[in-house]
C-alpha cells in the first residue's frame, strides 16, 4: 500500500538529548513538509522540501533541521535548542504539480520530551 | 497567522446536513480555499478545495459566495465519523512556493 509513515507514534526523550523523527513515503512525491501541532492548535510549518537535497524553513523552524538525500525520506532532527519540544509531529507530501492543496499525512509521531 | 475564521465549534444531529461556515475577506484573487478535517491524534486529511465555483466530490460540497469572502463546506448526511476538526485554508504563496497556514478550525460534533 503506498502511503506515509512515521516512526515510531509516541516518543520520549529527556530534556537535552537531540531526537530524530522518521517520515517515509513511497508515493513518488517530491514535496515532503513537517508540521507540529500543540494541544488544541492548528498546525504549524516547520520545514519543507520540494526536491531531493533542498529544503526550506517554515514558520518555526528554530531548534529543528531537517535532511532530504533521498525522495522518500525526510526525516526531522529536534535539537535541544527548541525550548518546547512537547508536541505532535506530522510530516507530509504532496505530488508534483498540485501545489499545496492535495498534501497527504503521515499518522503523527507524539513527544514527550521531560 | 492563518487568514480565516471559522467558529470554534458546531454540532450537527446524526443523517442531516453539515454546514461549516468560513470567512477570508483578504483572499486574493488567485488563491484557493481548501478544506481538510483531522479526526482525533490522526494527520489532517484532504477534502476539497475552489476557487470561484462551487465544487462537489464523494465527500463534500464548497460553496462560495460571488465575492470570495467566505465559503460553506456542507456535508450532506453527516455520520458521527465525520466527528472532527474541519480546517478552512487559504494558501500563502512565500518564497515561490505555496503553503497551507492552518488555524484552529471547527470541531464539529456529530451526536447520534
Known sequence: DGGITQSPKYLFRKEGQNVTLSCEQNLNHDAMYWYRQDPGQGLRLIYYSQIVNDFQKGDIAEGYSVSREKKESFPLTVTSAQKNPTAFYLCASSPPGTGAYEQYFGPGTRLTVT | ?112
Open chain 2, 1 to 112: 497567522d492563518a487568514k480565516t475564521t471559522q467558529p470554534t465549534s458546531m454540532d450537527c444531529a446524526e443523517g442531516r446536513a453539515a454546514n461549516l461556515p468560513c470567512n477570508h475577506s483578504t483572499i486574493s484573487g488567485n488563491e484557493y480555499v481548501y478544506w481538510y478535517r483531522q479526526i482525533h491524534s490522526q494527520g489532517p486529511q484532504y477534502i476539497i478545495h475552489g476557487l470561484k465555483n462551487n465544487e462537489t466530490n464523494e465527500m463534500a460540497s464548497l460553496i462560495i459566495t460571488e465575492d470570495r469572502k467566505s465559503s460553506t463546506l456542507i456535508l450532506p448526511h453527516a455520520t458521527l465519523r465525520d466527528t472532527a476538526v474541519y480546517y478552512c485554508i487559504v494558501s500563502l504563496f512565500q518564497g515561490g512556493s505555496e503553503k497551507l497556514v492552518f488555524g484552529k478550525g471547527t470541531k464539529l460534533t456529530v451526536n447520534p
